[in-house]
């Protein structure tokens, strides 16, 4: 593909009769449903972190096996760090299609999605009157700081544990690398990679013939 560093480069690649107001229009349907998609993670990931803090709870109240604790902690870490990278995946994918809007409206729309019209200087210390923030990013903080909180509590559950003889503690070694493979593996092997190459696809076809 052609080098796209300009925007009329970029709108050269959508020449074409109704090409380009077509994808405009499947733009904006792309980043509605990212936007869809972005709130029912969250409402799983919520969901998901708020039982394993109960469980957390329930555990430190009633159990006195460290490794009860370590294991919910466990859980809680790998699924909080997980919904931090969603977020910001989510984030992303979320700003690609804005952007791709903010390219192709002017010819249909006008520069609808990129002016903000304001009646007033909005002021931070003024609580009660709206301001710009970032309802994503805010979301993502949160996201961060339950992450932190995960650590901390795995950590607690960590040093409370009983690590040697190894032997007779072997389930709690295992856990441990468990988390730290899984932890690897969301960082590593969770991005969108993206390829200089152009990659083949084969294409198999089904022929039917009549009798």
């Known amino acids: 593909m052609k080098n796209i560093s300009t925007a009329q480069d970029y709108l050269e690649q959508f020449a074409g009769e109704n090409i380009r107001e077509n994808a405009h229009r499947q733009a904006l349907d792309i980043r509605k449903f990212e936007i869809d998609l972005y709130w029912k993670r969250t409402a799983y990931f919520w969901t998901l972190i708020a039982a394993t803090f109960a469980g957390y709870i329930a555990t430190m109240s009633n159990s006195k096996d460290p490794m009860a604790s370590l294991l919910v902690s466990s859980v809680g870490l790998c699924f909080s760090v997980g919904w ?85 503690n072997l389930l709690s070694w295992i856990l441990v690398f468990l988390v730290g493979g899984c932890l690897v593996c969301l960082g590593a092997f969770g991005r969108t990679k993206k390829s200089e190459i152009e990659k083949s696809i084969n294409f198999e076809c089904r022929e039917y013939k009549g009798h």
Do not use: C
């Not at 931090?84 to 809007?101: A, L, T």
């Not at 006008?110 to 805010?138: D, H, Q």
């Open 84 to 168: 931090y990278f969603v977020n910001r995946g989510s984030k992303y994918w979320q700003g690609n299609w804005e952007r791709h809007v903010d390219l192709l409206e002017n010819e249909f729309v006008g520069p609808l999605y990129k002016i903000t019209p304001s009646r007033e200087e909005y002021k931070f210390m003024k609580l009660n009157s709206a301001y710009p923030f970032s309802v994503s990013r805010i979301n993502q903080i949160l996201s961060l700081f339950v992450a932190l909180i995960w650590v901390a509590l795995y950590g607690a559950s960590f040093y409370k544990s009983n690590w040697f003889p190894i032997i007779d």
